[in-house]
């Protein structure tokens, strides 16, 4: 079976636009030649999908993927589905919220301080990310947990399995390097669930993060994962992990 990943990255969509229109065709445009011959395709989208992650962005953002999964479709005749996940411009971030900025420096300062209250209130900038991507995914997600979510599809016998991580839920502006946490806990929850081929979307590379969580999100992702696909740096490059 031959499978097509189409990874497309800080997409920044404020509104509908002829120009966002455009870079969508010709997105289609350059992919078209090498849809032929295979069997299932994926669109994957690492972050930064809208511009602040308002609720009529993702909106635009939404009509624009569904337009791709249709020309896809066409071309192809074999879409299978979209798969996100979050940057820090998909975080509703203005005004800023200053009980949450209080918990982030805690968290920074102590990161046994973090507690599901603590969480639930860093994620509310993301509300409107989750009711898009509830929207454009239509796998349900194994484990949909506040940090990752797992995603498994069966191709022909074959298993495929997605973990779109949230390395986003304490984004702010302005992003530092080096001070990014991911709770090692989350890594360990869903450990079970990584079966078949294994590929990871993540929206921060890793010298984002603070190295409590960086050394172990490492071994996760090198351990665990056959393929890692970020963004937010606006570079192109591949290397093995």
């Given at each position: 079976?031959?499978?097509?990943?189409?990874?497309?990255?800080?997409?920044?969509?404020?509104?509908?636009?002829?120009?966002?229109?455009?870079?969508?065709?010709?997105?289609?445009?350059?992919?078209?030649?090498?849809?032929?011959?295979?069997?299932?395709?994926?669109?994957l989208v690492t972050g930064d999908i809208?511009?602040?992650?308002?609720?009529?962005?993702?909106?635009?953002?939404?009509?624009?993927?569904?337009?791709?999964?249709?020309?896809?479709?066409?071309?192809?005749?074999?879409?299978?589905?979209?798969?996100?996940?979050?940057?820090?411009?998909?975080?509703?971030?203005?005004?800023?919220?200053?009980?949450?900025?209080?918990?982030?420096?805690?968290?920074?300062?102590?990161?046994?301080?973090?507690?599901?209250?603590?969480?639930?209130?860093?994620?509310?900038?993301?509300s409107a990310y989750f009711e898009f991507?509830?929207?454009?995914?239509?796998?349900?997600?194994?484990?949909?947990?506040?940090?990752?979510?797992?995603?498994?599809?069966?191709?022909?016998?074959?298993?495929?399995?997605?973990?779109?991580?949230?390395?986003?839920?304490?984004?702010?502006?302005?992003?530092?390097?080096?001070?990014?946490?991911?709770?090692?806990?989350?890594?360990?929850?869903?450990?079970?669930?990584?079966?078949?081929?294994?590929?990871?979307?993540?929206?921060?590379?890793?010298?984002?993060?603070?190295?409590?969580?960086?050394?172990?999100?490492?071994?996760?992702?090198?351990?665990?994962?056959?393929?890692?696909?970020?963004?937010?740096?606006?570079?192109?490059?591949?290397?093995?992990?």
């Amino acid at each position: 079976m031959k499978i097509g990943i189409l990874h497309l990255s800080d997409l920044h969509i404020k509104d509908r636009s002829e120009e966002i229109a455009e870079a969508f065709s010709a997105v289609l445009g350059a992919v078209r030649t090498r849809l032929r011959g295979v069997d299932k395709v994926f669109v994957l989208v690492t972050g930064d999908i809208v511009w602040g992650g308002k609720r009529e962005q993702f909106e635009c953002a939404s009509y624009y993927l569904e337009i791709l999964k249709s020309d896809i479709s066409r071309e192809s005749g074999n879409f299978v589905d979209i798969v996100v996940c979050p940057g820090n411009h998909d975080c509703d971030l203005i005004p800023v919220d200053r009980v949450r900025e209080l918990i982030l420096d805690t968290v920074i300062s102590d990161e046994s301080k973090l507690v599901d209250d603590y969480v639930s209130k860093c994620i509310e900038c993301q509300s409107a990310y989750f009711e898009f991507r509830r929207n454009v995914t239509e796998m349900e997600s194994l484990d949909s947990g506040p940090f990752l979510s797992v995603y498994r599809y069966v191709l022909d016998g074959n298993v495929l399995t997605f973990n779109s991580i949230n390395a986003s839920w304490m984004s702010r502006i302005p992003e530092v390097p080096g001070r990014l946490i991911f709770p090692e806990v989350a890594l360990s929850e869903v450990s079970g669930h990584q079966e078949g081929l294994v590929i990871s979307a993540i929206h921060h590379p890793l010298n984002w993060y603070a190295p409590s969580s960086h050394h172990p999100l490492r071994r996760f992702l090198q351990e665990s994962c056959d393929l890692v696909v970020s963004g937010h740096e606006h570079l192109a490059s591949a290397r093995d992990v």
